[in-house]
C-alpha cells in the first residue's frame, strides 16, 4: 500500500460544549487560515442560526488548514467537526467514515459524560487511532489527574485493544489557543507553550496517513450533502483509490444497486472556511463535486471502465418518533404561516431524508399526518423548529417510544443518564426518576458539595423530565443522557402528575377571567391573546382537566362602589419553548407550532365529544 504521506484526515469528537468549536477555531487561526483583514467571529464553524442560538453543533462539517512544520515540510490537515449531542449522532458515525483518526476532547472539570462514552464507542468500533486532548485546564475547578484516570477507564469499560490505550495526551486552553504535552497544574494555563504546536506534532505522529493501493481505479465514497445558490446539489466525497479529476465521465453507483455515468463538472476543495475549484483530487481528499442532481449519502462514484461499489453507510436506529401533520386548528393560516397543506409538508420532510441519514418518515392513517423517527427529542424538535423558520404551520404529537419485538418480548430503549447536582437535592432527584422506573447504577461525592450521579432511565420516562428536574434543583442541575440498549417494557409510566386547564370556547383572553383563575393553577397565556375551544391556556394544580371559560368580561353596571375598582395582580405567565411544549403534552394533547406561535392544544377539540370518549373508556 501507498501512503499520502503530506495529508492527515481526523475527526474532532466530544461530548457538547466541550470546546471542539472552539479548538478548530484557534487552529484555523494559527495555521493562517484567515487572512489578515478576514472579520475573526467565534466559532465559525457553527454556522447555521440555530446552532448560533443553541450553542451546540448539529451538523458535521468539514475544514482543512495547511500546517508548515518546523522542518520545512508542509502538511493538509481536513478536520471533521462533529456534533457532541447524542441526538445527532448519524452525523458523528458519517464523519467517522471521511477520517484515519480522532481527536477526543474531555473537559478538564467535567470528565467524560454519556455523550463522550457514545462518541468514542464509535471510534474504537471503526478501530481508529486516539489523541487525547484535556481542554479548559485553566478551569478553577479543573482536577486533571482524576479526568485522565476517568477516561483510562472509560477506555477500558469499551473493550478498547492494547494499542488504542495508548494514546498520547495533550492538554490545552482552546479559548487561547495554547498547549503542551506536559500536565500543567489545575486552573492554570499552560506556560511551557504559547500555541497549539505540540498538538499539531502529535496529530502528525499519531494519525495514521492515508493508504491507497497504486493504479488502483476511482472510488469515492459519498459521505454528506451540501448546496450552492450556482451548482445546485453538491455531494461531499473522500477519495478512496484513484484520482478524480474535473470534467471526467465516472460511474454513480446507486443505493439500489443499478449504475449510471454521469459528468463531474465542477470539483471544489476546502481551504480554511471556503470551498476552492480544483482541477483534479487523489487518494485521502475530501472533496465537494457538482453535476448529480440526484446524488445520495452512501453512494459511490467510480472508473466508468471498471466500476466497484463501496459499502452503504450504516446509521443507528431511530429511538424516538412523532406525528407531524398539517395545522388542523381554528387559527390556521391567520399570521404568516403560508405552506399550510399536506404536500408540501410532506414534500419538506422528504427533502430532510435526503440529507438525514438517521430520520425516518412513515405513512399513518391519517393522510394529512406521518410518523417522523429519530434519535431523540431533540433532534425531531430542531426539525420542526427549521420547518416553523420555513413559514409551515404544523400539529405535532407527544413524542412517544420505538419499541422492537426482541426473541418475542416487547422492549422499549433504555437510557444512560448522567447528573450533576448539589448534595441537597439528591433526594428529589430520586425520587423524580424513582417514579420513572429508573436504577440507580453509581454515585460519585466529590467532596465539593456536589454529587455525580449514572441511572439507567427508560427513554419515555424521560420524555417531560427535564423540566421537572429543573424546578426541583432550581435551576442548578446538569443533565446529559444517551442511548444505552433495549430492554423489556417497564409498564405504565406516569410522568405528569397536574392536569390541564383547557378552554371551553373561542375568543380574546380576558384579565378578569385570569385573575378568578389563577388561582386553578399557572396560566400560559396573556391578556388579548385569541384561544379556541380545545386550547389548553394553562397547567391544573389538580390531576385531573378542567373546562374554563377564560374570556370572560366583568360586567358593567352605571353604579359606583367604594370597593368596585381595587386592582388585582396578575401572575406573569409560563411562556412554554417549543421544546417545553412537547415535553408538557399528554397522550391526549399536541402542539400547534406557527411561525409566529406555538399552543398546545386537545387532539379532541370538542368538550362534549372528549366527555364521552372519556365516558366510553370507563364502560368499557
Not at 394529512?368 to 431523540?376: I, K, L, N, P
Not at 441511572?455 to 442548578?476: A, M, N, Q
Request: net charge negative.
Amino acid at each position: 500500500m501507498s501512503l499520502r504521506s503530506d495529508l492527515r484526515n481526523f475527526a474532532i469528537i466530544a461530548h457538547v460544549d466541550h470546546g471542539k468549536t472552539t479548538l478548530v477555531d484557534a487552529m484555523l487561526r494559527q495555521a493562517g487560515a484567515f487572512s489578515a483583514r478576514a472579520e475573526l467571529v467565534d466559532r465559525a464553524m457553527d454556522s447555521g442560526d440555530l446552532e448560533r442560538e443553541k450553542g451546540i453543533t448539529i451538523l458535521a462539517k468539514n475544514t482543512a488548514v495547511h500546517y508548515h512544520a518546523p522542518d520545512g515540510q508542509e502538511f493538509t490537515l481536513n478536520i471533521i467537526d462533529t456534533p457532541g449531542h447524542a441526538d445527532f449522532g448519524g452525523e458523528v458515525e458519517r464523519g467517522l467514515t471521511m477520517v484515519d483518526g480522532v481527536v477526543l476532547l474531555v473537559d478538564a472539570s467535567e470528565g467524560p459524560l454519556p455523550q463522550t462514552r457514545f462518541v468514542l464507542r464509535k471510534a474504537l468500533a471503526a478501530k481508529m487511532p486516539i489523541v487525547l486532548v484535556i481542554n479548559k485546564v485553566d478551569r478553577p475547578d479543573s482536577r486533571i489527574k482524576e479526568v485522565v484516570d476517568d477516561t483510562y477507564e472509560l477506555f477500558l469499560d469499551l473493550d478498547a485493544t492494547e494499542e488504542q490505550i495508548d494514546f498520547p495526551i495533550v492538554y490545552a486552553c482552546a479559548r487561547d489557543g495554547v498547549a503542551t504535552l506536559n500536565q500543567p497544574a489545575d486552573g492554570t494555563v499552560p506556560e511551557d507553550s504559547d500555541t497549539l504546536e505540540p498538538l499539531f506534532r502529535t496529530l502528525l505522529t499519531t494519525i495514521p496517513a492515508p493508504t491507497y493501493t497504486e493504479g488502483a481505479p476511482l472510488q469515492a465514497h459519498v459521505t454528506n450533502l451540501d448546496a450552492s445558490p450556482f451548482l445546485g446539489r453538491l455531494a461531499l466525497c473522500r477519495v478512496r483509490e484513484g484520482e478524480i479529476r474535473k470534467g471526467q465521465q465516472v460511474a454513480w453507483c446507486k443505493t439500489d444497486g443499478t449504475m449510471q455515468n454521469v459528468k463531474i463538472t465542477e470539483l471544489l476543495m476546502t481551504e480554511g472556511l471556503e470551498r476552492k475549484p480544483a482541477e483534479k483530487a487523489g487518494p485521502g481528499d475530501i472533496i465537494a463535486i457538482a453535476g448529480i442532481a440526484d446524488i445520495m449519502i452512501g453512494e459511490t462514484l467510480a472508473d466508468s471502465e471498471t466500476p466497484v461499489a463501496l459499502p452503504l453507510i450504516t446509521v443507528d436506529e431511530p429511538a424516538i418518533s412523532m406525528t407531524i401533520g398539517t395545522n388542523t386548528s381554528p387559527l390556521v393560516g391567520r399570521v404568516k404561516g403560508s405552506k399550510v397543506t399536506a404536500r408540501m409538508v410532506k414534500d419538506r420532510l422528504d427533502k430532510e431524508l435526503i440529507g438525514n441519514v438517521s430520520l425516518r418518515v412513515l405513512p399513518t392513517e391519517r393522510p394529512d399526518a406521518w410518523e417522523v423517527q429519530g434519535r431523540g427529542e431533540l433532534a425531531l424538535a430542531i426539525l420542526v423548529e427549521q420547518m416553523r423558520r420555513e413559514s409551515y404551520e404544523l400539529t405535532v404529537g407527544k413524542p412517544q417510544v420505538v419499541t422492537k419485538q426482541i426473541d418475542g418480548k416487547l422492549c422499549e430503549p433504555v437510557e444512560r443518564v448522567t447528573i450533576d447536582a448539589p448534595e441537597e437535592y439528591l433526594g428529589a432527584i430520586t425520587q423524580l426518576l424513582a417514579t420513572r422506573k429508573g436504577r440507580m447504577e453509581h454515585m460519585t461525592n466529590h467532596g465539593t458539595g456536589w454529587v455525580r450521579m449514572e441511572w439507567l432511565v427508560p427513554s419515555r420516562g424521560l420524555i417531560g423530565f427535564r423540566t421537572e428536574f429543573l424546578t426541583d434543583t432550581r435551576g442548578t442541575g446538569i443533565m446529559h443522557h444517551v442511548f444505552e440498549k433495549y430492554d423489556g417494557w417497564f409498564g405504565e409510566l406516569r410522568t405528569r402528575n397536574n392536569g390541564s386547564l383547557v378552554a371551553d370556547r373561542a375568543g380574546v383572553v380576558t384579565a378578569f377571567a385570569m385573575t378568578n383563575l389563577q388561582e386553578r393553577g399557572s396560566m400560559f397565556v396573556e391578556p388579548t391573546t385569541e384561544v379556541y375551544e380545545g386550547m389548553i391556556v394553562g397547567e391544573n394544580s389538580r390531576s385531573d382537566d378542567m373546562d374554563v371559560n377564560i374570556t370572560k368580561e366583568k360586567k358593567l353596571t352605571n353604579m359606583r362602589q367604594s370597593t368596585s375598582d381595587e386592582t388585582e395582580k396578575l401572575v406573569p405567565p409560563r411562556k412554554l419553548s417549543l421544546e417545553q411544549s412537547l415535553e408538557f403534552c399528554r397522550e391526549d394533547e399536541c402542539v400547534e407550532v406557527t411561525p409566529t406561535a406555538v399552543r398546545i392544544r386537545k387532539v379532541n377539540l370538542s368538550a362534549t365529544e372528549r366527555a364521552r370518549a372519556t365516558a366510553r373508556r370507563k364502560h368499557a
